[in-house]
């Protein structure tokens, strides 16, 4: 079985969420959250989730991308009961019952995604028509052999020296480019 998890390549997130998901969280698409909200009354950070988010189950925050991996039935069963645990807190389900079919639900439309080898990036734009949101899926795959994709590699290099130079960017700005008289 695979499940979708979020995952941060850069600090991003941090700046365009209210909240940022944790890198690793368990995550659904997350649009029941907005079934109440007025799209085009959203500002900021609000519709930017709105926009592009993916919800992080255990902080309940944003990710713009996600990543599917290997789960577990176990790992399923109990991202249904906290999410399920979630819509009779936070979002005022009506009984326990209506939110575990809800999280069922939710996490099964998660599972759906992710019909792409471990490791394919997904992210969503998701957008208001008519009154109903629609969402649209693309897919981030590594080329050639897979391997757990990172966003950056760091080497360390020994016995070259960076020539030090100094720039004057006023300098420059005032100074007429070559060929020009």
Not at 51 to 78: H, K, P
Request: glycine share 6%; with cysteine; aromatic share 8%.
């Amino acid at each position: 079985m695979k499940l979708i998890r979020t995952i941060r390549l850069d600090p991003s997130d941090t700046f365009v969420f209210e909240r940022a998901a944790e890198p690793g969280e368990w995550a659904v698409s997350g649009a029941f959250t907005f079934a109440e909200a007025a799209p085009d009354a959203m500002d900021g950070k609000t519709r930017a989730a709105f926009r592009s988010g993916f919800l992080g189950i255990a902080s309940m925050g944003w990710s713009t991308l996600v990543q599917v991996v290997a789960a577990s039935e176990r790992d399923r069963a109990a991202l249904v009961d906290t999410l399920a645990n979630t819509l009779c807190d936070r979002f005022g389900a009506p009984d326990r019952a209506s939110a575990r079919a809800a999280a069922e639900e939710e996490v099964a439309f998660a599972a759906s995604l992710c019909d792409h080898p471990v490791d394919t990036l997904i992210a969503v734009r998701r957008t208001s028509e008519n009154g109903e949101i629609r969402e649209v899926f693309r897919t981030l795959q590594p080329r050639g052999t897979r391997k757990p994709m990172r966003a950056y590699s760091f080497l360390e290099v020994h016995g070259e020296e960076e020539a030090g130079e100094d720039v004057n960017l006023a300098t420059l700005a005032k100074e007429k480019p070559r060929g020009e008289t």
